[in-house]
C-alpha cells in the first residue's frame, strides 16, 4: 500500500487554518501522507468585494459553493498522470459537509475537534429535545446542563455558536453546524485534539471520540 494522500480541508478563518496545518506537518513527519503538502484553494461562494467578516454570509456561501468545487478538486487530482490518488478526507467542524463529498467519491474520511466542544455539538438534538435551544440554535433556556452524569456541567448561553455574532449570524453558524452533525456519521473516525488524561469523562461518556493531542505548534 503506497503513502496516502490527503486533502484537509480547514474552515476558511486564521484560527482554524493554522491548526489544520499544524495537524498537516505532523502527519507528514510521521510518514503519514506524501511529504511534499502543497496548498490549494477553492472558491468560498463570496466575490472579490463581499464582506468575509460576515460569518454567517460567508458560512452560507461555503455551503452553498464549496462541496461542487472540493469534487472538482479530487476529480482533477485523481485525474493526474502520476496514478496517485486522493485516499481521505480531513475536515474540521465547520466543514462536514466534505464528508458528503467524500462519501459520493469512496474516500476515507476523518474528522479532527475538540472533544468537550464536539460532545457538545453531539448532544444538540438532546438540547432542540429538552427545550434548551430551538431548532435555530436559539438560547430558550438560560440553564446549567450536563453532557453527560459524568461530565462537568456548563451554561448553556456558552453553547459555541451563541458567542459569535449577531442572531443572525448565530443562526447561520448554527445550521452550518448542524449539517456537519448530519455528515459527522459518516466519518470513519472522528479525532480530538486532547488527551485521555485531560478529558478522561468525555471520552467514557463518547467513546466513538479518539484523542490524539495535544497537537501543539512546538511538536509540528
Not at 66 to 79: D, F, S, T, Y
Not at 105 to 113: C, H, S, V
Not at 166 to 171: A, E, G, H, P, Y
Request: proline content about 7%.
Amino acid at each position: 500500500m503506497g503513502i496516502p494522500h490527503a486533502i484537509l480541508v480547514p474552515y476558511p478563518a486564521q484560527g482554524h487554518v493554522i491548526p489544520m496545518m499544524e495537524l498537516m506537518q505532523l502527519l507528514v513527519k510521521q510518514g503519514l501522507l506524501n511529504d511534499l503538502p502543497s496548498l490549494v484553494s477553492i472558491p468560498d461562494g463570496l466575490g472579490a468585494g463581499e464582506n468575509r467578516f460576515d460569518l454567517g454570509k460567508l458560512s452560507d456561501a461555503i455551503y452553498r459553493v464549496m462541496p461542487e468545487k472540493l469534487e472538482e478538486l479530487i476529480e482533477r487530482l485523481n485525474g493526474n498522470d502520476d496514478g496517485e490518488k486522493v485516499t481521505c478526507i480531513v475536515a474540521d467542524t465547520c466543514m462536514g459537509w466534505a464528508f458528503g463529498v467524500a462519501k459520493k467519491m469512496k474516500i476515507k474520511t476523518f474528522w479532527p475537534a475538540a472533544g468537550v466542544v464536539l460532545a457538545s455539538l453531539i448532544c444538540i438534538p438532546k438540547f432542540i429535545e429538552d427545550g434548551i435551544i430551538d431548532n435555530k440554535g436559539t438560547l430558550m433556556k438560560k440553564q446549567v446542563v450536563q453532557l453527560s452524569p459524568t461530565m462537568p456541567a456548563i451554561t448553556s448561553s456558552d453553547f459555541t455558536w451563541l458567542s459569535i455574532g449577531d442572531i443572525k449570524t448565530q443562526q447561520s453558524l448554527f445550521d452550518l453546524i448542524l449539517k456537519a452533525n448530519e455528515f459527522m456519521e459518516l466519518a470513519d473516525r472522528i479525532f480530538c485534539n486532547s488527551t485521555y488524561e485531560l478529558e478522561p469523562t468525555t471520552f467514557t461518556s463518547f467513546p466513538n471520540i479518539l484523542p490524539i493531542g495535544p497537537l501543539l505548534a512546538s511538536n509540528c
